[in-house]
């Protein structure tokens, strides 16, 4: 089974722009981590064939360039190194590390364009159902530093984080996961998003009524315990046959059935008491016992 990652991916993959400067985003998006060499060469190592196959489709849409990715598997993780060549390439890669957006974005859909192939390459998603988080993979500080500005202008402030030269943008807010989806198209990864979330609301809700109604119980245990040692001292002391019969009545029903709860033992009376009722016999049955 496919995970959400290979799902979101599938699904922005299906959704490729019309126009040439929106294919160009898209295809400078998912090349985010290539290098570039001074003389226009362009290596990238992408992950998975969704992206790779895609990646190749663009440039030889947009910029006539045939390139051929070879592919490995480790443990089941398909990898594809790339390598070509392309001056126009390498340059709009280079702004991006400069910070220079100026030839990048061209009309009002290229940012978007340009979102979906980072995502489609660079990120990863979490289970739905077990938290709402991405997290975005740059290589390069100068480049992280770039798209941190363009999430900004997209009203998104993902957190900045580096480990081993490697720089990280984080998205934990399950709102700011489902804008960013949204507007790379996955419709469907933000329905998927919503329901998982609704799940884990939906496990937690059962979770602190389960741990409640746990409290309480052990709560009616030790109480009923503390009655129950009360009434075996009154009948080891002989002084149980003198009792009101009221209190003998409660006293064996409390015997009876140790594990009910204050309104169901009185309940068990005949005639029924109240609650309060009950709980003032066994306030008089523990201060005979000397426990209260």
Do not use: W
């Not at 910070?99 to 009309?107: M, Q, V, Y």
């Not at 419709?187 to 389960?210: C, T």
């Not at 119980?217 to 075996?232: K, L, N, P």
């Amino acid at each position: 089974m496919k995970n959400f990652t290979e799902r979101v991916r599938e699904e922005i993959s299906g959704n490729l722009p019309s126009a040439q400067c929106c294919r160009r985003s898209m295809l400078c998006g998912i090349l985010i981590n290539a290098d570039c060499s001074p003389d226009g060469g362009i290596y990238a190592k992408l992950s998975g064939k969704i992206s790779t196959e895609l990646m190749l489709k663009l440039l030889r849409d947009t910029f006539g360039r045939e390139a051929e990715a070879e592919y490995s598997n480790s443990y089941g993780r398909i990898s594809a190194e790339v390598s070509f060549s392309s001056d126009k390439l390498a340059d709009k890669l280079r702004e991006m590390s400069s910070g220079g957006e100026s030839t990048l974005f061209k009309c009002k859909n290229c940012r978007a364009a340009f979102l979906s192939g980072v995502l489609l390459s660079s990120a990863n998603f979490s289970d739905p159902e077990r938290e709402s988080r991405i997290e975005i993979r740059i290589n390069d500080p100068a480049r992280a530093e770039s798209v941190l500005g363009f999430f900004a202008d997209l009203g998104h402030s993902p957190t900045l984080s580096g480990r081993d030269g490697i720089s990280s943008l984080i998205f934990k807010r399950s709102e700011d996961v489902e804008d960013v989806l949204t507007t790379a198209g996955a419709v469907s990864s933000v329905m998927e998003l919503m329901q998982g979330k609704l799940m884990r609301e939906l496990r937690g809700q059962v979770n602190r009524n389960s741990n409640c109604e746990i409290r309480n119980i052990g709560r009616v245990a030790v109480a009923s315990q503390v009655q129950i040692d009360a009434i075996a001292e009154i009948r080891a002391s002989g002084r149980f046959a003198a009792l009101p019969d009221e209190l003998k009545e409660t006293a064996t029903l409390r015997e009876d059935f140790p594990e009910l709860s204050l309104s169901d033992l009185a309940a068990k009376h005949s005639p029924a008491i109240t609650k309060s009722g009950l709980n003032h016999r066994l306030k008089k049955l523990l201060a005979l016992a000397g426990k209260e």
